[in-house]
């Protein structure tokens, strides 16, 4: 792993959203792989910089997104499809035809599941995935489980993270309790990967990816065997290492 320590976190957006452009750049068409979260928020606002600087046109870009609640409509406030128009895809040239989130709404999942990788696979997979990191070691919604997951699949998630994320919803009784997730296998067929990641929360679990045992008992830690991941850091997150 390449670890990248920023001096805070807007300096950390600023680096992985150069490395997003390096491969828009290279590769007009680029497969980018997007999350949510807290985490990814300042390099999708250094991504829209480069983007309105014309440093970066985005219109062949296709994009596939790791996640989504299940039982969210595309229009609900907390649905990571709206996330991500509002954090970024309203704010650079990308196409709206070329943007793919799994549906929450699908009527079945299993098969949906299916298409969404089949989708990936069409497009020749992803070239660039950003991450964030669960306090758990979860990455996408692959939370701590007997075994790694193979492909794009519904998830349903611990209590450590829906209380994570019960800061987005009235209470923790509104977090949807499951979600559809890329699999860890979906991830590391992924052929480069940024990890950012920012605070003291995610000090701990930093250092358990980074220097522990690969296990299925902390998801990210399967990163390790990756031929081309790049965490970025702040201080914060890197304080264990
Ligand atoms: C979201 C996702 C999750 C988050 C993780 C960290 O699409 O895949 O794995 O990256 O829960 O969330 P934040 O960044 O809010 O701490």
Known sequence: MNIIIAKDYDTLGRIAATRFAAQVIQKPNAVLGFATGSS?????????????EGIVDFSKARTFNLDEYCGL???????YYKFMFDNLFTHINVDPKNVHLPDGLAKDFSAHCREYEAEIDAAGGIDLQILGIGTNGHIGFNEP??????????????????RDNQRFF????????????????SIMRARSIVLVASGKSKAEVIKGMVKGEITPDLPASILQL????????????????
């Open 40 to 52: 990814p928020l300042s390099t999708y606002a250094a991504m829209i910089k480069l983007y309105r």
């Open 73 to 79: 409509s595309r229009d609900h406030e907390q649905s």
């Open 145 to 162: 489980e007997p075994a790694f997951s193979p492909i794009t699949h519904r998830v349903a998630l611990t209590e450590n993270t829906i």
């Open 170 to 185: 009235k209470s923790f009784d509104d977090v949807p309790k499951f979600a559809l997730s890329m699999g860890i296998g």
């Open 226 to 241: 990756h031929c081309d991941v790049t965490v970025v850091l702040d201080s914060a997150a890197a304080s264990l290492l």
